[in-house]
């Protein structure tokens, strides 16, 4: 399973943005994908993740009502849609993917991303 995340920039607070993570191989559909974001000096953490059928979801405290994350399992992509970003959100964002159930944890995934950059100015 290859990940190919795109759609980072440089915003300022209050903007949105959507960032999409494009899976690719036989088994990607049916795979649990998670965002995590990783801020220079700070290690990386969980903000959502999404079961292969797009019932389940689940985000970080910081994020809930601002983000929301989904799938097209036909384009076998996941999206993140952020909006009113905060310059906390600062980070280089990652998306993975996992045989097994949406984990919380990073050790939940076996597939990574290359990250896109999202940048946040007050």
């Known amino acids: 399973v290859q990940l190919q995340a795109s759609g980072g920039g440089l915003v300022q607070a209050g903007d949105s943005l959507r960032l999409s993570c494009a899976a690719s191989?036989?088994?990607?559909?049916?795979?649990?994908m998670g965002w995590f974001r990783q801020a220079p000096g700070k290690e990386r953490e969980f903000v959502s993740s999404i079961s292969w059928g797009g019932r389940i979801t689940s985000y970080t405290d910081s994020v809930k009502g601002r983000f929301t994350i989904s799938r097209d399992i036909a384009k076998n992509t996941v999206y993140l849609q952020m909006n009113s970003l905060k310059p906390e959100d600062t980070a280089l964002y990652y998306c993975?993917?996992?045989?097994?159930?949406?984990?919380?944890?990073?050790?939940?995934?076996?597939?990574w991303g290359q990250g896109t950059q999202v940048t946040v100015s007050s």
């Open positions: 993975a993917a996992g045989p097994a159930g949406p984990s919380r944890r990073s050790t939940g995934y076996e597939y």
């Open positions: 191989g036989r088994t990607a559909s049916t795979y649990a």
